[in-house]
T-cell receptor, first 113, second 114 residues
Framework: KNQVEQSPQSLIILEGKNCTLQCNYTVSPFSNLRWYKQDTGRGPVSLTI?????NTKSNGRYTATLDADTKQSSLHITASQLSDSASYICVVVRGGGADGLTFGKGTHLIIQP | IAGITQAPTSQILAAGRRMTLRCTQDMRHNAMYWYRQDLGLGLRLIHY???????GKGEVPDGYSVSRANTDDFPLTLASAVPSQTSVYFCATREQDSYNSPLHFGNGTRLTVT
């Protein structure tokens, strides 16, 4: 069964600290993996995409990694800011023509001043 | 550019009533989707449309219907609302040309069925 598991479910850190969110998946065949940020009361917005051949990709203070062998991805946030408080959702796209999307349940991140 | 407009923003609805959630996009994307988001369950696909004139069922289609008369509009109808349909509903679009294209989401409709 195609599944995406995210951990932790929720996380509270102090402003300025770093944190890492995890995403493990069993989706096959794999096409790509995307991280979304969802602010409270808003729709999710794409942060970054990881394709099969990519190991690391940065978008400002956000760095995503992908290990296609172990089927794991992480999202690292550096020098957190209050505006980073949000839910972060991992979405894996299935390849092979099916174009199915499998969503994780998200990690709820709270940055405290 | 508005992107995706959903209406209403929120609604309280009596059980048994009919309700249509509206979604309009101005990006001319071919594919459109309706998701519901519930605490602890994440986003689940209700219905989708790959192009105008076609629709398909997602993971949780029961109790919902959609139509896609043109590229821009993708309304979601609850024929007879039940309390289990209390949720936040998100409309999304996507360029269908590549698996690498992202979903673009509206800001949701918060629906409470009493």
């Amino acid at each position: 069964k195609n599944q995406v598991e995210q951990s932790p479910q929720s996380l509270i850190i102090l402003e300025g600290k770093n944190c890492t969110l995890q995403c493990n998946y069993t989706v096959s065949p794999f096409s790509n993996l995307r991280w979304y940020k969802q602010d409270t009361g808003r729709g999710p917005v794409s942060l970054t995409i990881m394709t099969f051949s990519e190991n690391t990709k940065s978008n400002g203070r956000y760095t995503a990694t992908l290990d296609a062998d172990t089927k794991q991805s992480s999202l690292h946030i550096t020098a957190s800011q209050l505006s980073d408080s949000a839910s972060y959702i991992c979405v894996v796209v299935r390849g092979g023509g099916a174009d199915g999307l499998t969503f994780g349940k998200g990690t709820h991140l709270i940055i405290q001043p | 550019i508005a992107g995706i407009t959903q209406a209403p923003t929120s609604q309280i609805l009596a059980a048994g009533r009919r309700m249509t959630l509206r979604c309009t996009q101005d990006m001319r994307h071919n594919a459109m989707y309706w998701y519901r988001q519930d605490l602890g369950l994440g986003l689940r696909l209700i219905h989708y449309s790959n192009t105008a004139g076609t629709t398909g069922k997602g993971e949780v289609p029961d109790g919902y219907s959609v139509s896609r008369a043109n590229t821009d509009d993708f309304p979601l109808t609850l024929a007879s609302a039940v309390p289990s349909q209390t949720s936040v509903y998100f409309c999304a679009t996507r360029e269908q040309d590549s698996y690498n294209s992202p979903l673009h989401f509206g800001n949701g409709t918060r629906l409470t069925v009493t």
